[in-house]
């Protein structure tokens, strides 16, 4: 049964998927847009959503969770890059004789354990500068990865960079004409096969045509979905027993999940180590890191505290920060305060954003909506001065 559509979709039960979309999602010119870039993006601004909508009900102020973010980020990317590298068993032909490979993340290649350890180390060391306790920011850190890495794993899926184990040895016989067009996926009976396998079509995916994978990145969606599931009732609760333990448990449901989707993976070879020759570099990482969250935990226990601070009570601004805020907040004021002594002005009659957000508001309660963020009022309790955020 054909059901019109831009993917051409045809729905049959009990069927494997074909996929044939080209890995560029645009071209304009000699620029290339990647569906597996696109993807990051759409994880890395959900992500921040979510955690500005969560750091606000922590008491965190916007100014210093853009600041820890920009170089988190940055962080993440690289560190999720280059692990993937060192683990490539032609590192040396592919990457250090020819470095240009190493960015080229428009081919993929990401390996999100290296993501973790790069944007967690970067969140300890940085944090403190922006007015965050390094255990909270620890545990926004996770809060960001649960959710971003559910939707990266979409380009996985559309370039074929992660596969499953073969089922087949040589390509199947799929019907004459089925997604002969890209973009295009469908679905085909067959009882020979697993009924949620995936075929890839499309000459310019990785992996090799017509032949029928275990869907590996689809897995691995599942139990990011199980573990956001278990995680999202906790994200309040658990900083309030320590800060920090949120980290330590998103780390060790992480680990669980990688030693069980690579079991599917067919992609990556088998390391020996100590012995045992079933599991992959993967799963040793996340044996290790498993172990390690337990080390984690007593470490949190010991140093942490539980977090105090929440939206009506919030966390003071680091005087460098609330000092910045002011000058900006000034500066305001006295442009639209020159503004409207010109004649004919349309702000001579109405209070300026500046002024009305300096003098109207209680502390710490949003005003209007301003540029898509909440512009908020703190008046440190030491000082009485107004420092504005936004």
Request: proline share 8%; with cysteine.
């Amino acid at each position: 049964m054909q059901i019109p559509g831009a993917l051409g979709v045809i729905h049959t039960p009990f069927a494997y998927f074909v996929i044939n979309i080209d890995p560029i999602f645009l071209r304009l010119g000699s620029i290339a847009i990647h569906w597996y870039g696109l993807a990051y993006v759409v994880a890395i601004c959900t992500g921040l959503w979510v955690i500005l909508r969560y750091t606000r009900g922590l008491g965190l102020h916007e100014d210093s969770i853009w600041g820890v973010f920009i170089w988190t980020a940055i962080a993440g990317l690289v560190g999720g890059r280059l692990y993937y590298v060192i683990q490539q068993p032609d590192l040396l032909h592919n990457f250090i004789l020819k470095p240009y490979n190493i960015i080229a993340v428009w081919n993929g290649g990401m390996a999100f354990f290296g993501a973790i350890f790069a944007g967690t180390a970067m969140l300890f060391f940085i944090a403190p500068r922006y007015g965050i306790n390094r255990f909270i920011a620890i545990d926004c850190g996770a809060l960001f990865a649960a959710v971003g890495q559910i939707f990266g794993r979409f380009g996985n899926i559309v370039n074929g960079d992660i596969l499953g184990q073969a089922l087949s040895a040589t390509p199947i016989n799929i019907p004459a004409e089925t997604c002969a067009h890209a973009p295009c996926v469908a679905y085909v009976s067959d009882p020979h096969y697993l009924a949620w396998a995936e075929v890839y079509l499309n000459a310019q995916s990785f992996a090799p045509q017509g032949i029928p994978f275990q869907p590996a990145p689809v897995y691995e969606i599942l139990l990011n979905l199980v573990i956001l599931a278990i995680l999202l009732p906790l994200r309040y609760r658990l900083p309030r027993i320590k800060a920090g333990l949120f980290f330590v448990l998103y780390l060790a449901l992480y680990a669980v999940s990688q030693f069980i989707v690579f079991f599917a993976r067919g992609s990556e070879p088998i390391t020996p180590f100590l012995g045992v020759t079933a599991l992959k570099q993967a799963q040793w990482t996340a044996v290790f890191v498993f172990l390690a969250c337990i080390a984690l935990a007593f470490l949190v226990w010991r140093f942490s505290r539980p977090w105090a601070y929440s939206e009506t009570d919030p966390v003071p601004l680091p005087a460098s920060l609330a000092e910045r805020h002011r000058a900006r907040m000034q500066a305001l004021a006295t442009r639209d305060t020159t503004a409207a002594k010109t004649p004919g002005s349309a702000t001579e009659k109405a209070p300026t954003d500046a002024q009305s957000v300096a003098v109207e508001i209680p502390p710490w309660q949003p005003a209007r909506p301003t540029g898509g963020a909440l512009r908020n009022v703190f008046t440190p309790p030491s000082t009485g001065d107004v420092s504005a955020g936004q």
